[in-house]
């Protein structure tokens, strides 16, 4: 049966904030405050900020390594499209890099590729849950002086070498959306030990007020030409989280852990019933590393995904859904291409183009990709079926 994600200790809580009156987060907020707070303590993290959506966190920790106009983010091409649009909204340039084909994450030797003088900071995707090989990217970060941004929207409580990913670079960014591994709905995070960065994306976040939750500083607002200003110090948006999100939040961070097992349950069905079978192969997991899978990876073998989904609902009418996308295939990106210069006007260099063959293993890989529910609302024995279905379409 499907296990329910909510429930009382999501609705206590938001019976608490309706009563007090105040769904707003203002400066501090009882419940987004708390969830930060306890978020920071669950991941080890001096900074946690909370904002309304996963892409929202996306721009925000971008902002706060000192991405700008005219500079070039290092991006993987599989992922959602927020991974990269966050660079343009910042009138930045993405720059696709290639991955890694039995797990479609980027790879150091791409990123070293595809660097040039203008290239800030690049963005490590953990997709699909899986960590991405960062020893190898922090060391090419480090010697190019790259900021490195961990978008772990995939990717909660999975451990890289006895590392929670998110602790490895400069900056996370998680997502709270609804299918990821604990949700408000909507709703994103930033998490960092730097000042600076956590500075900067509070204004960021924030319309550029410096609401500091963790004994920053706050900047003295100065008058103009004699008239008072309530201090705005940056560009920015008004991405908060409100106290109705984060009261969801608190009572789903509660949860993380049963919901994990679940998860694990799920991928251990998937993977004792397409043990063996030919045609098919299991999700890669590099050496001492720990998956969580936002959905399991399956890999076509010998042909596409389409095709091998084809014959599994000839064989037995079970259909495989899922999807693997290129970003840079997309239309808006089309339209950049055409157009030579980003969405927000930024010119796109003579060496960067938006077409098929940019990053190849990525646009292979993606043929073969098969994506398999593992959310814990998803009905167990619905997956196993499906997973059989493979099985026996391909005996």
């Known amino acids: 049966m499907p296990h329910c994600s909510f429930g009382e200790p999501e609705l206590a809580l938001l019976r608490e904030v309706i009563d007090s009156g105040d769904l707003w987060r203002g400066t501090e ?3 987004v405050g708390g969830f930060e707070d306890r978020f920071a303590e669950h991941t080890g993290r ?3 900020h909370a904002l309304s959506a996963g892409t929202a966190a996306n721009e925000a920790a971008l902002f706060g390594v000192g991405i700008g106009p005219g500079d070039e983010v290092i991006v993987p091409p599989c992922s959602f499209i927020a991974t990269s649009m966050s660079a343009v909204v910042l ?8 991955v890694d084909p039995r797990t479609m994450g980027i790879t150091a030797e791409a990123i070293e590729a595809a660097l040039t003088p203008r290239a800030k900071a690049v963005v490590i995707v953990h997709l699909w849950g899986q960590p991405a090989e960062m020893d190898a990217i922090l060391q090419v970060a480090r010697k190019h002086d790259l900021k490195v941004v961990e978008d772990c929207a995939q990717a909660f409580d999975a451990y890289y070498h006895g590392r929670m990913v998110g602790t490895l670079g400069d900056v996370a960014c998680y997502s709270l959306q609804q299918s990821k591994h604990i949700t408000s709905g909507e709703g994103g995070m930033i998490t960092t030990d730097d000042p600076e960065v956590y500075r900067r994306a509070v204004l960021y976040a924030n319309c550029g007020m410096p609401w500091y939750r963790y004994g920053l500083e706050k900047p003295s607002a100065q008058p103009v030409a004699g008239i008072p200003t309530r201090g705005h110090f940056a560009w920015g948006h008004n991405y908060r989280m409100s106290e109705l999100q984060g009261a969801v939040a608190c009572a789903q961070l509660e949860k993380i852990g049963e919901f994990n097992a679940r998860r694990r349950e799920i991928v251990a069905a998937i ?6 079978v030919n045609g098919v192969a299991p999700a890669c997991v590099h050496p001492d590393t720990q998956p969580n899978y936002w959905v399991y990876p399956l890999w076509a073998v010998g042909w596409s995904a389409a095709e091998l ?8 009418g079970v259909g495989l859904g899922g999807y693997a996308e290129i970003n840079y295939l997309e239309s808006v990106y089309q339209q950049m291409q055409a157009e030579r210069r980003t969405s927000l006007g930024t010119p796109l260099p003579d060496y960067v183009h938006y077409t098929p063959g940019v990053c190849p293993q990525a646009e292979s890989a993606a043929l073969h990709c098969i994506p398999m529910g593992c959310h814990p609302q998803v009905d167990l024995e619905a997956v196993r079926a499906q997973a059989a279905a493979i099985r026996e379409a391909l005996g």
Do not use: C, H, L
């Not at 009138?91 to 290639?98: I, Q, R």
């Open 46 to 48: 001096k900074y946690v």
């Open 309 to 316: 989904g084809d014959r599994v609902r000839e064989k037995t």
């Open 29 to 31: 907020g009882r419940f």
């Open 271 to 276: 993977e004792s019933q397409i043990a063996g």
């Open 91 to 98: 009138g930045a340039v993405p720059v696709f890099a290639d």
